[in-house]
Structures are given as structure tokens and as C-alpha cells.
């Protein structure tokens, strides 16, 4: 299989591609079915001769689980290439299976030179002037608008920091809404929400306190590339949303034991006790 993928990937260099990829799927769809017999008859005598193998029950287990969840997927998964690769038809990108292992993986648009979509999961940081993270959310399932997301994240720091402590809230121009300035205005927070508008925008760069709040802004993505990079990693090694959502909190911890490391001990002490 790892040749015939090798295959289909030089295949779109040559003049008659599209017959050539279509020949190798083929090739593809022959060799799944053998191999999904194959791995069927390992799963069955690994559930019924369990005890002459060194596995514990609940390792065994963990592997039928896994040879159980690929067989289900495979059928839609070759369907899916054969509508796209022989038939020529779009697939849905609710319909598509973008991942074996990771059902809750989805497609971005992005519209970056290069990367047009993005494949993954959703991840939203909010940090202090200071670095510190204080918010982060990981989405499950398709991307949602990050005008959705701002209430949830204010929801979450108005319990765990209230709501009083919360002065100031900054972000790009994809956060502001017309919803999102009513809800940050009636909780008294100094909005420094980019706007959507060039004209609104224009009257606002005359603020210094929005131009100092939207020039910190621009080190979010700074942050976002050292915690991604140096602490959480890429991809995450941990499978299911359940246990990806536990390894983002553990690297946000150790992100912010991290920065709060590096502070003079007095700011350190305050900042800790204030968390």
C-alpha cells in the first residue's frame, strides 16, 4: 500500500494522470479488501486466543478497538475515493473522512498563498499582557466563527478570574460583531476589537488605548507559534478529542509555569496568587 501511495503521488506528473491515478486506485481498492480480511482474521483470533499472547486483557482490547474502528471507516473512505479519483465528483466536506483516526478532524478555509484549506482541529489561545495563557478552547468537529467564540471564552474567565477583572479584551477583526460590542459593552470591558469596517477603524487608530492594545495584539501570533512549537507540538500524538482536549491543558499548564518562570519573583508571586 505505501508503494501504491508513492505511486499515485508521482502519477499526477505524467501526461495522462488522471488515467494513471485512476489505475493505481484501482489497484488500492483490490488490496484494501485483502487487507481488511487480513486484519479481521487477526482481530478474531487475537479476541478468542488472547491467553497464549503476552497482551493484558485490556491491551488487547485496545487493539480490536482500533482494528474494529478502521474496518467500519474503510468502506466510506474507498467510496469517497472513488467518487472523487474515478468519478470526478465533489465530496461534501461534511461527508468527507479526512482522518482514520481522528473522526472530529475538519476542514479550514484559510485562503493562504499555498494552502488554501487546512485540515485539523480548531484551536483558540487568549493571553494576558503578559503571555500568561488564560483561555483556550479546543473545537471538536467542524470550525465555528470566532464571532461565536468570543462569548464562551468571556463566559470562562468571568468564572474563573470574575467578571471585574476583566478590563480590556483584544482580538482581530474576525472576533467583531455587532453582537460581540453590545456583549462586551454592557460588561463595562474597553473594546479593542479590530473592526470590520475601514471607516470605523480609521476613527478608532485615534485612540491610544486601542492603538497600544491592537499593537500588542500583533505578538498573539508569536504565542501562538511558541506554544504550538514548544510545548504542545505538531501533530498532537494523543488520539480522540477527549484526549487531545487533556493534552492541550497540560501544555497550557506547563506554558505558563514557563512564562511565569521567567518573571521577577515579586510579579511572579502576584500573578501566581492572582491565577
Same mark, same amino acid.
Given at each position: 500500500?505505501?508503494?501504491?501511495? !508513492?505511486?499515485?503521488?508521482?502519477?499526477?506528473?505524467?501526461?495522462?494522470?488522471?488515467?494513471?491515478?485512476?489505475?493505481?486506485?484501482? =489497484? !488500492?481498492?483490490?488490496?484494501? =479488501?485483502?487487507?481488511?480480511?487480513?486484519?479481521?482474521?487477526? $482481530?478474531?483470533? %487475537?479476541?478468542?486466543?488472547?491467553?497464549?499472547?503476552?497482551?493484558? #486483557?485490556?491491551? #488487547?482490547?485496545?487493539?480490536? &478497538?482500533?482494528?474494529?474502528?478502521? +474496518?467500519?471507516?474503510?468502506?466510506? #473512505?474507498?467510496?469517497?475515493?472513488?467518487? *472523487?479519483?474515478?468519478?470526478?465528483?465533489?465530496?461534501? /466536506?461534511?461527508?468527507?473522512? %479526512?482522518? +482514520?483516526?481522528?473522526?472530529?478532524a475538519a476542514v479550514y478555509v484559510r485562503g493562504k498563498a499555498g494552502a488554501e484549506v487546512e485540515f485539523g482541529s480548531q484551536l483558540l489561545l487568549g493571553e494576558s499582557e503578559r503571555g500568561v495563557i488564560v483561555d483556550w478552547e479546543l473545537v471538536g468537529g467542524n470550525p465555528q466563527a470566532d464571532t461565536k467564540m468570543l462569548g464562551r471564552s468571556l463566559a470562562r474567565l468571568k468564572q474563573t478570574a470574575g467578571g471585574k477583572a476583566i478590563r480590556e479584551v483584544s482580538g482581530d477583526r474576525g472576533f467583531d460583531s455587532k453582537a460581540n460590542r453590545a456583549l462586551v459593552?454592557?460588561?463595562?470591558?474597553? /473594546?479593542?476589537?479590530?473592526?470590520?469596517?475601514?471607516?470605523?477603524?480609521?476613527?478608532?487608530?485615534?485612540?491610544? &488605548?486601542? @492603538?497600544?492594545?491592537?499593537?500588542?495584539?500583533?505578538?498573539?501570533?508569536? $504565542?501562538?507559534?511558541?506554544?504550538?512549537?514548544?510545548? %504542545?507540538?505538531?501533530?498532537? +500524538?494523543? *488520539?480522540?478529542?477527549? /484526549?487531545?482536549? *487533556?493534552?492541550?491543558?497540560?501544555? @497550557?499548564?506547563?506554558?505558563? %509555569?514557563?512564562?511565569?518562570?521567567?518573571?521577577?519573583? @515579586? &510579579?511572579? /508571586? #502576584?500573578?501566581?496568587?492572582?491565577?
Open positions: 500500500m505505501n508503494r501504491l501511495c !508513492m505511486e499515485m503521488t508521482h502519477a499526477r506528473r505524467r501526461k495522462d494522470s488522471k488515467r494513471a491515478r485512476k489505475a493505481v486506485l484501482r =489497484k !488500492m481498492k483490490k488490496l484494501s =479488501k485483502i487487507i481488511a480480511a487480513h486484519a479481521a482474521r487477526h $482481530r478474531e483470533a %487475537l479476541e478468542q486466543r488472547r491467553e497464549e499472547t503476552d497482551f493484558k #486483557a485490556g491491551e #488487547a482490547r485496545q487493539i480490536i &478497538e482500533r482494528i474494529d474502528m478502521i +474496518l467500519a471507516r474503510l468502506p466510506q #473512505a474507498i467510496r469517497q475515493a472513488h467518487e *472523487r479519483i474515478i468519478g470526478g465528483r465533489q465530496v461534501q /466536506n461534511k461527508e468527507k473522512i %479526512l482522518s +482514520l483516526y481522528e473522526d472530529h459593552e454592557l460588561d463595562g470591558i474597553y /473594546n479593542a476589537i479590530c473592526p470590520k469596517s475601514p471607516s470605523d477603524l480609521k476613527k478608532r487608530m485615534k485612540e491610544p &488605548e486601542f @492603538v497600544d492594545l491592537q499593537q500588542r495584539r500583533s505578538q498573539t501570533e508569536a $504565542r501562538i507559534s511558541i506554544f504550538k512549537n514548544g510545548f %504542545l507540538g505538531a501533530p498532537l +500524538l494523543s *488520539r480522540g478529542h477527549a /484526549n487531545q482536549n *487533556r493534552e492541550v491543558a497540560w501544555s @497550557v499548564l506547563a506554558h505558563n %509555569l514557563w512564562v511565569i518562570a521567567r518573571m521577577p519573583r @515579586v &510579579e511572579a /508571586n #502576584a500573578l501566581a496568587q492572582a491565577s
